[in-house]
């Protein structure tokens, strides 16, 4: 018995319960190791192809955009990856297997939705999703590399007129003589 509690009964009050230690981030290796399982859940004619599809497209995205999510910080779209891959997207899949095949792909359960056009929009929301996700992160490197090309521009001119270099003379390049060409003093000549 520690001394917390000891004191609690001395009191009569209660203790208070330890806080629940806050879940560590997934790391890129969780993220994928997430992935691989959803890839096992479709494998094998588990769903049909129009799922096997659409999996296979959200996966690919995801997977596409895990080492570039450093340059979303912590931001709300960071987080979608990161549940697509560990919750969303194996949430969606498991709740589909879970039912009988031929009920669940012929039996209406949401305005006159199967639970297999349910899933199919489930993953065309999260395709899409994640596609412009991954447009929003690499939109970033592409906005830094035309103002790169904008300042090169400005500083150089453009390639296809050759640019330009505002270099004057250095100590180590002294400007060009200028004068007319003469031979060295003591060869030839008068």
């Known amino acids: ?40 859940l479709v494998a094998g004619g588990a769903v049909p192809a129009v799922v096997a599809s659409r999996v296979a497209r959200v996966v690919r995205t995801v997977r596409e955009t895990i080492p570039r999510l450093g340059n979303l910080g912590g931001s709300a ?6 549940a697509t891959a560990t919750d969303y997207l194996p949430e969606a899949i498991g709740g589909y297997l879970r039912l009988p095949r031929q009920w669940a792909d012929s039996r209406p359960v949401d305005r006159g939705k199967t639970s297999l056009m349910i899933l199919v929009d489930q993953l065309d929301l999260l395709g899409s ?25 400005e500083k150089f001119g453009h390639s296809s007129t050759g640019g330009s270099l505002a270099l004057g003379p250095t100590e180590s390049t002294p400007p060009p003589d200028t004068g007319p ?10």
């Not at 779209?77 to 990161?82: I, L």
């Not at 447009?135 to 904008?150: E, M, Q, T």
């Open 77 to 82: 779209q960071a987080y979608s990856v990161m």
């Open 1 to 40: 018995m520690g001394l917390g509690n000891f004191w609690s009964r001395l009191t009569g009050r209660k203790a208070e319960p330890e806080p629940a230690p806050i879940p560590r981030p997934p790391t890129t290796d969780d993220l994928l190791a997430a992935l691989v399982r959803v890839e096992e």
């Open 129 to 153: 999703t994640m596609d412009k996700v991954f447009d929003a992160v690499n939109r970033a490197d592409a906005a830094a590399l035309v103002a790169h090309g904008r300042f090169l521009q």
């Open 181 to 190: 060409l003469q031979p060295p003093p003591g060869r030839g000549g008068a």
